[in-house]
């Protein structure tokens, strides 16, 4: 079975734009291609697993959360992802149970793709990420970008890792999966 690393857009790999549209305002975060090369050297698939909530609020449309994600793939330079899952749901008027902390979009990846979630990894900046990928069964790793100071606090006790640096997260994930 296959090992993945999923990760989280916004505050992960691009800044956050709250409910971005426009691939224009598409901007990378520090060595998210050097972190992406190295796990997918060492053997992970990669996948792309978001939140999206500014579609099911009618604030914009799946095309444009395409677009955003077409731009952020093309100043990647390749496409590192394997496939991206989405949730487009509205927290307030949940339409699936597919909103992270739920691990249905990487439990879905798992299947689609024979993953072994147990040797899997989950990047993310928030509280739901980390839970996401405990709760499908794989190691959290914080991504310490924009946290408030007492949210942080509490994230990074239910997080196996955490870290300002995507490459360290990457050098971790690899040590980490090397010593088993």
Aim: aromatic share 10%; glycine share 6%.
């Amino acid at each position: 079975m296959i090992s993945a690393v999923f990760f989280d857009r916004d505050n992960t790999l691009v800044k956050n734009v709250p409910y971005n549209g426009d691939p224009d305002k598409v901007e990378l975060l520090p060595h998210v291609r050097e972190a992406l090369d190295q796990l997918q050297k060492y053997g992970f698939s990669l996948f792309l697993v978001t939140n999206q909530s500014g579609v099911g609020r009618g604030l914009i449309t799946r095309e444009q959360v395409k677009a955003v994600n077409d731009e952020m793939i093309r100043q990647l330079g390749k496409p590192y992802f394997k496939d991206i899952y989405m949730c487009f749901d509205d927290p307030a008027r949940p339409l699936t149970n597919c909103r992270k902390p739920s691990p249905h979009m990487i439990l879905q990846a798992g299947k689609d793709h024979k993953l072994d979630l147990s040797q899997s990894f989950f990047i993310g900046d928030k509280l739901a990420d980390i839970r996401a990928g405990h709760n499908a069964g794989c190691k959290s790793v914080l991504f310490i970008y924009q946290q408030q100071l007492d949210e942080l606090t509490k994230i990074k006790q239910e997080a196996d890792f955490a870290s300002n640096d995507l490459l360290e997260i990457a050098d971790w994930i690899c040590t980490f999966t090397k010593k088993k």
